[in-house]
């Protein structure tokens, strides 16, 4: 039996079908841990019998907590409770054959973005410098190292939690020669060492992404290169949201001057509320 079909077996036994319905699917793992994300409406006290069988069931995982909705603050962190198991929230988790310790509480992480991580990577030419705006712990910036042949990866982040992670888990997987962790702010970094040094630009942190795009366009070499802008779209029924992103991101880019650009992909990352996708643009950009 599949990992869903069990954790959907265990929410109908302990919750009722239900609340089963809206939860088994908000169950991840980081490492051995379990993270359930708690949907509104549900309180935390009523999800610890549930806590209790994933531990029973999968005996890798040590440790259960449930996570609140949203992040928040510059750090991007979600709130969340221990439910059951060891009351310990480091682990290290592995994804597409490397290994990242990471701490649920103090750094930002999402078993969900693992596609993303791979698919980024697989775009990456050989030779080229990523600049990597919002790189949490790392995982972006080290499995494009790992799996592409860039020159070099700028890993920056403004949590410090991050940044010690980041600079861990960069030698944990031997790439300490690609991937320069920074600590900062993002934009500071891009205006006072970073204008100019870039092929490719990450800026996968939704609620942000827009403001800081002129910074990104600054850290293209020669004025041309790629980004990948991820969105928060919010869209009625049957509404566009692919045709609200571009949009946004247009109008955005003609603020900045930008004279020419191509969406050269995009995609659907996940669901984050209610009509409310996270996307994410690979937009091929040239400031003439």
């Known amino acids: 039996m599949s990992r869903g079909k069990v954790l959907r077996r265990l929410a109908g036994e302990t919750l009722g079908e239900e609340v089963a319905s809206r939860l088994w699917g908000r169950i991840e793992f980081v490492g051995d841990i379990a993270l359930i994300r708690i ?59 490397c290994l990242f ?33 919002y790189a949490g712990a790392g995982l972006f910036s080290i499995i494009i190292a790992k799996y592409s042949r860039p020159s070099k990866v700028y890993s920056i982040d403004i949590n410090p939690d991050a940044y010690r992670y980041m600079v861990e888990n960069v030698r944990l997987n031997k790439v300490e020669g690609v991937v320069e962790p920074i600590l900062g702010d993002a934009v500071k970094v891009i205006q006072e060492r970073l204008a100019g040094s870039s092929d490719r630009v990450l800026m996968p942190y939704p609620d942000i992404a827009l403001d800081h795009l002129p910074y990104a366009v600054m850290a293209l070499k020669d004025g041309k290169g790629m980004v990948h802008v991820y969105l928060h779209v919010k869209a009625a029924k049957g509404e566009d949201y692919f ?42 950009v040239k400031v003439f």
Do not use: C
């Open 101 to 133: 310790k990471v701490d649920i509480t103090r750094v930002y992480v999402s078993p969900v973005l693992g596609f993303e991580h791979k698919r980024v990577a697989g775009l990456v030419r050989p030779g080229e410098v990523v600049l990597n705006m």
């Open 243 to 284: 045709g609200k992103a571009v949009a946004l991101l247009s109008q955005r880019l003609g603020e900045v001057g930008v004279k020419w650009f191509n969406v050269a992909n995009k995609r659907v990352v996940r669901m984050v509320g209610p009509r409310v996708y996270q996307v994410v643009l690979d937009v091929e």
């Open 39 to 97: 949907p509104p409406g549900i309180e935390a006290d009523t999800l610890k019998r549930l806590a209790e069988r994933i531990l029973e069931e999968f005996k890798y995982v040590k440790s259960v907590w449930g996570g609140y909705p949203g992040v928040q603050g510059e750090y991007r962190l979600r709130k969340y409770v221990h439910l059951a198991g060891e009351p310990r929230s480091e682990t290290v988790y592995k994804e597409h054959g």
